[in-house]
């Protein structure tokens, strides 16, 4: 029983995150492979456990961190980052996870949410954190460029704490281990409170998945023995597509983990080729970039068996060319959500080229599936629902939205607002969204926060957010926008105004403006859809481009 609901997990696995990666490390060369690779730095299994355990001394002994208390974590992809979660977890504290492209009004709210005074930065996030600093009473410590820049450097307290023992902290099993914010349906985002228990079920998930594949097709006998499994992370280390499959799930199988500070095809296929990397996951965009990339330099990647997909739908005629392209490699394609600890639904080989529209099976053996109708009651086979999960996966909560976690988890099960259907085989087909989301190359972005920013502008009397679709991202952002009769307001101007309001990628791309209300439906709702689709028939003859 967790949390008075009844559910199916594994037995036999570590407690906690903390002794996942003690685990792990004994179980590699006692600690001597390879373990972490960023540009010119590498860290053995040894040598990453000895920086966790120095991190989470300066914690507790430094910074009197104590268990429960949350710490941020601002920041682009750097090894550090991977190096304070554990060291967070392992004195019983939580991670919060901060997106990166947030602006000083994005952080300023997460910050206030979460309740964190300890934030590790780059430079970058530091410059936006410092308005912040007297009135949220924050601990900035700088981490890389930042250093110079804040009171207290990861650097210099790294260096100060000789102590690389294996702290002892009781962690249980249901105790909160991360935040992670996820765009909705609101204009804020919403925290997602994971906890041990449901991060290390997905991991095991996926390692019972590569247990099983040698039951249902076996191996050529003759083919060479398989290379030491190997990932390289692409995405940004603040959204679950890159914390869960890629990094933690990197501990239990063995993996050697290399890393890019930022999207860069060429350096991932240089990166791939000398690190002979096996598994790649990143959203569509990544994939059509590497598969581009590819082809320009002439480097063919052999040693990719693995190329999956995840945050957004890959478009069908994509998969086809990547098979093409990576012959060696299984093209894969799975849906999960930062709400699951990225478990859900996968597929990779042959069913994913045969049903390139598919998002593939339930992962076994822990996770139910079913698809209801607005009223909670299950739909037939092949017709459309609301896809609906239950597993030790699913988070705890909404942190400190009663509602919001109500709405959503109903006796341990997750109404996941995603639309879909599954057919007689077991394949799930997802067709649409319930929530107002656009998921722009693997980012969401909820239309009320854009909404929200458009309707500061002192010209903006009513605006409508919506996707646009888009060759290489999926979808881009999009506005239908009331101004001022004899406002003279440009896209230009106005995405300039934004650019202080909101993340980069949540600006619309695409703007319409009118003088006139926006459509409204029978109950004085705006007309979103039919907004979109009248704004979309002209863009082949107007775009109110900057």
């Known amino acids: 029983m967790i949390r008075d609901v009844e559910y199916k997990v594994f037995k036999n696995v570590p407690p906690n995150i903390p002794a996942l990666l003690e685990t792990s490390r004994t179980a590699q060369m006692d600690g001597a492979a390879d373990y972490l690779v960023y ?13 966790v355990n120095r991190m989470a001394h300066v914690l507790s002994r430094d910074l009197a961190v104590k268990a429960g208390d949350p710490v941020a974590i601002a920041m682009r992809n750097y090894p550090e980052l991977l190096i304070l979660c554990m060291a967070i977890a392992s004195v019983g504290a939580v991670t919060v996870f901060v997106n990166a492209w947030w602006t000083t009004e994005e952080l300023d709210y997460a910050l206030k949410d979460s309740g964190a005074k300890t934030v590790f930065a780059d430079g970058e996030r530091i410059t936006r954190l410092l308005p912040l600093v007297d009135g949220l009473g924050l601990r900035l410590i700088g981490v890389r460029d930042g250093e110079a820049m804040a009171a207290a450097s990861y650097s210099k307290l790294r260096g100060a704490m000789p102590d690389t023992s294996w702290p002892h902290v009781e962690i249980h099993p249901e105790d909160d281990f991360a935040v992670m914010y996820s765009s909705g349906t609101t204009g804020h985002p919403k925290g997602v409170v994971q906890t041990h228990r449901g991060a290390i079920n997905a991991v095991y998930t996926w390692l019972m998945q590569a247990a099983i594949a040698p039951l249902v097709t076996p191996p050529d006998p003759d083919a060479p023995p398989a290379p030491r499994p190997s990932i390289l992370v692409v995405t940004p280390l603040f959204h679950v597509t890159a914390t869960h499959p890629m990094f933690l799930l990197s501990l239990p199988a063995g993996a050697k983990l290399a890393m890019l500070h930022k999207w860069d095809a060429d350096q991932a296929v240089r990166v791939i080729d000398r690190e002979q990397i096996t598994r790649f996951l990143g959203v569509p965009t990544q994939s059509a970039d590497l598969m581009a990339a590819v082809r320009r330099l002439g480097i063919p990647l052999p040693s990719l068996d693995f190329l999956g997909s995840g945050g957004a739908k890959r478009p069908a005629s994509q998969v086809g060319q990547l098979a093409e392209i990576f012959p060696n490699a299984n093209i894969a394609t799975g849906w999960g959500m930062t709400e699951t600890n990225a478990n859900g639904i996968g597929m990779a080989g042959p069913d994913y080229v045969n049903r390139p529209g598919s998002a593939g099976r339930l992962y076994p053996p822990i996770q139910q599936l079913r698809f209801l109708d607005d009223n909670g009651h299950d739909v037939a086979q092949g017709e459309l629902g609301e896809i609906t999960v239950k597993s030790p996966c699913n988070m705890r909560c909404y942190l400190n939205k009663p509602e919001a976690t109500a709405e959503a988890m109903q006796d341990g099960w997750l109404r996941t607002g995603d639309l879909g259907m599954i057919d007689a085989d077991g394949f799930v087909t997802i067709v649409d969204r319930k929530k107002n989301i656009i998921i722009r190359g693997g980012e969401n972005i909820a239309c009320l926060d854009v909404e929200g920013a458009l309707h500061r502008h002192p010209d903006v009397v009513e605006a409508c957010a919506f996707s646009v679709p888009d060759e290489r991202l999926g979808e881009v952002v999009g506005a239908g926008v009331q101004v001022r009769r004899g406002a003279k307001t440009s896209q230009a101007e106005l995405a300039g105004f934004l650019a202080d309001h909101i993340a980069r990628f949540k600006i619309p791309e695409f703007m319409w403006f009118q003088d006139v209300p926006l459509p409204r439906g029978a109950t004085d709702k705006l007309d979103r859809r039919g ?13 109110d481009m900057p």
């Open 39 to 51: 540009e010119d730095e590498r860290w053995t299994y040894d040598e990453f456990c000895a920086d």
């Open 531 to 543: 907004l979109r689709d009248t704004c979309q028939k002209t863009l082949n003859t107007r775009k």
